[in-house]
């Protein structure tokens, strides 16, 4: 470790789907984060750690800011504003492509009482032509005194290390808070439950919102083999998305559990056996018991 080692906490807010799993994922080289092109995907914070020689960045990694329409959406809500408070630098994320809207206006608004540092971080330059990036930050600029302004692309990776080394710039000296190897301090069963979630997402497409949890049973090892055992439960709203889920034959469970399966082997770096079964939980975003039981607390952070 350098003499001056640097060190802090970086909230990413942003409106639902502008790439902050995705610029996540590419600044670890790993994925802990779940990726979808649906709205509120995240719902938890998550921790992304992100060490070199001289400096220690953890991100959080907030849910889309969003008028919230249940209990689940509260919590959502609540968990991002609340990380505002608790760390060195914000990042504010937007999508190139949408532009100002009323959803960033309503950040805009929360920022407007916290005194850290604000970035303003454009992503998916890649999908806009240069010259239209001109207008998009004069946009935002109007709207808000910004610290940086930085364009990126967190898919392709553009401008995403000019970025890092900014915010290295800005920490403050500090600990190094985790070792150097790990990447985020959730337990493995939570990332393996959100690689779960996510194959859901992305094979059930417009049919599958998002009223749906990953439950882990149990995770241990199988006494006939040398893999991993793990169990785990579906839970959604209604019978008809059980079905689903399930599919005719139970062709897209097999297919959410392939995939899922290759994703949790690269994670746990050892060969699992995958069990999963869907089960309905009637209205389960409105209920604070099934809310903590899956792991939506409000009183964790």
Known sequence: MSESYKSGFIAIIGRPNVGKSTFMNRVLGQKIAIMSDKAQTTRNKIQGVYTTDNAQLIFIDTPGIHKPKHKLGNFMVNTATQSLNEVDLILFMVNA??????????????LQNVNQPVYLVINKIDQVHPDELLPIIDDYRKK??????VPISALEGNNVDHLLQTMTAQMPEGPQYYPEDQVTDHPERFVIGELIREKVLHLTREEIPHSIAVVIDSIGPREDTNKVYVQATIVTERPSQKGIIIGKQGKMLKEIGQRARKDIEVLLGTKIYLELWVKVQKDWRNRANQLQDFGYSNEEY
Request: charged residues 35%; without cysteine; aromatic residues 20%.
């Open 97 to 110: 492509e949408e532009g100002f809207g009323r959803g960033d206006e309503f950040i805009i608004n929360m």
């Open 144 to 149: 808000y005194q910004f610290d940086e302004v």
